[in-house]
């Protein structure tokens, strides 16, 4: 598995851990508005190997409590499995962030016992969930309605979100979203923000009444809606 970035200490990326953030290269996704645009493409170039990141860690014995892991789309890479194995047997929790397209790999992942915590990112309503993740073919939806059911049974803590903008979302398309996760305990809406590195610009992001008004969309369908980076 390569690392193409390292954010040594987050208090935010991994619920409850003081942890650092491994960020992957490459995605099966494009959504025209992520602001990762060279970890999509593989163009950011590996920071260290596996081994240095181990020892890494080893050193932080006692300080990081986590480890979080994004992308890109961390479940790609050939190698997930036996570095969130690693990190476990060195004594830290591991958090995965995934866009639900590879759901055998999350199953085994979980079934291994290698994840305390998964965010999974839902895209959009059905109806627009190819044009807002920048891709074609049936086998998607089928792909993220599977890791929903995986995440709503597997009894590992997760969280599902989505990065509103407002050219692509509106509070019907959220509710549509909600709808397709019900029941799940935790959805957060994230504000869309430019960082300056889209695939795609010409994207806004919604005030706080606009989002506030896309969480009251979804309330009726998940125990907790939040709202972030408003």
Request: glycine content about 10%; proline content about 4%; hydrophobic content about 40%.
């Amino acid at each position: 598995m390569t690392i193409n970035g390292l954010q040594k200490l987050t208090l935010l990326d991994f619920p409850g851990k003081v942890a650092c953030t491994v960020f992957t290269a490459g995605c099966n996704m494009r959504c025209p508005f992520c602001h990762n645009a060279s970890l999509v493409r593989g163009e950011a170039p590996p920071v260290m190997d596996t081994e240095e990141f181990y020892a890494f860690l080893k050193k932080r014995t006692g300080i990081l409590e986590g480890v979080a892991i994004t992308g890109g789309e961390p479940l790609i890479q050939p190698g997930i499995g036996e570095f969130a194995k690693r990190v476990k047997e060195l004594g830290f929790a591991v958090k995965l962030d995934t866009n639900g397209t590879q759901p055998d790999k999350l199953r085994a992942m979980i079934d291994e016992g290698l994840l305390d915590y998964v965010a999974m990112d839902i895209k959009n309503s059905r109806d627009k969930y190819k044009e807002t993740a920048g891709l074609s073919g049936d086998a998607l939806i089928s792909r993220v309605s599977s890791s929903i059911e995986i995440l709503l049974s597997c009894g590992v803590e997760y969280e599902f979100r989505t990065t509103v903008t407002r050219e692509l979302h509106t509070p019907d398309d959220i509710a549509d979203a909600a709808k397709w996760i019900s029941g799940a305990e935790r959805y957060y809406l994230q504000q869309f923000r430019d960082s300056g590195e889209l695939l795609v610009g010409g994207f806004t992001s919604p005030t706080k009444e606009e989002m506030e008004k896309m969480a009251d969309a979804a309330r009726p369908f998940v125990k907790t809606v939040a709202l972030r980076g408003v």
